[in-house]
């Protein structure tokens, strides 16, 4: 058997992206895909502690280690690459290298892009990449774990069964005018008396609270991180990685489940991946379940 070592980077819809293309690369080459342990920085438990993955290409094992340290001992490409279980990475002008060590123990850095419509002869080969987009299909693959939906259920049972939902995206990928956006959707507002907020910015979200108090109901911890991204630049002091970890997933099936869902930013895989789910309750019925 041969291997396909996904090393997913980016936010969760990126991550989910990856592995999206990992899987379909996968089953059209005859590989089981290992989902590596080192995902990205922000999630620093194993991604499975969260998610669970159901599908016979993708490796599901616990001793996902051991079984790296023997796809050590085959062929691997790149054929640079020795050591699987650390699979140390960085990301330099528009690429992700991963990062290995000479006879000198001089850093190395190996390109891992690589050419996702050839069929490769090694044993094991190593894929690095953050990919934006709607993972459509993992997620036909995926369950959420209890540690999530315990979170999950306890913050929908504050909600009416009529909410509307909203994401504003706003640090990374801006959204160009957030009053703009909230008076175009004014009238939705007004009528329904439970609101869904979800933002990645502190200041949004005291902005629209302050505008309509009570009906706007916020649930996860964001720091104010001078504009830029939760996942990397969160306050550490104010929330543990688990909490941010189940707060980003929590916040879209919360999206998703809404009555209605309006969104700010068309650039944000994150806000497209919660009106994927929105509409296609078939699928966020699958995650749930």
């Not at 699979?87 to 006879?103: A, P, V």
């Not at 419509?117 to 369950?143: F, H, M, Q, S, V």
């Not at 108090?213 to 991204?229: A, E, L, R, V």
């Not at 630049?233 to 189940?246: A, F, G, H, Q, S």
Request: hydrophobic share 30%.
């Amino acid at each position: 058997m041969k291997y396909f070592i996904c090393i997913p980077r980016g936010g969760i819809s990126d991550i989910l992206n990856v592995i999206n293309f990992c899987l379909e690369y996968s089953i059209k080459y005859n590989r089981i895909l290992i989902i590596h342990p080192n995902t990205d920085g922000w999630i620093q438990d194993k991604l499975i502690k969260y998610i669970t993955f159901n599908h016979p290409s993708i490796y599901n094992d616990d001793n996902v280690y051991k079984k790296l340290k023997e796809l050590e001992k085959t062929t691997i490409f790149p054929n640079e690459i020795k050591d699987l279980e650390i699979c140390k990475n960085k990301y330099i002008n528009d690429c992700y290298y991963i990062i290995t060590t000479n006879d000198n123990n001089d850093d190395v850095f190996i390109n891992s892009n690589i050419d996702l419509e050839r069929d490769y002869t090694e044993d094991a080969i190593i894929y690095c990449n953050c990919e934006g987009g709607i993972p459509k299909n993992i997620l036909n693959y995926i369950k959420i774990n209890k540690i999530v939906l315990d979170v999950y259920y306890t913050r929908m049972s504050k909600l009416n069964e009529n909410y509307i939902s909203i994401h504003i995206r706003n640090t990374d990928r801006k959204t160009d005018d957030v009053e703009g956006f909230i008076n175009s959707i004014k009238n939705k507002i007004d009528k329904s008396d439970c609101v869904f907020l979800a933002s990645d910015c502190s200041k949004t979200i005291e902005y629209i609270k302050n505008i309509y108090q009570d009906k706007i109901y916020t649930f996860s911890k964001i720091t104010d991180n001078n504009g830029k991204n939760m996942h990397y630049y969160y306050d550490k002091n104010m929330l543990t990685n688990e909490e941010l970890v189940i707060d980003c997933i929590v916040d879209l099936l919360m999206l998703s489940s809404a009555k209605e869902y309006y969104f700010s930013n068309p650039k944000s895989s994150y806000s497209l991946t919660a009106n994927y789910l929105f509409s296609n309750k078939g699928v966020l019925d699958g995650l749930l379940r």
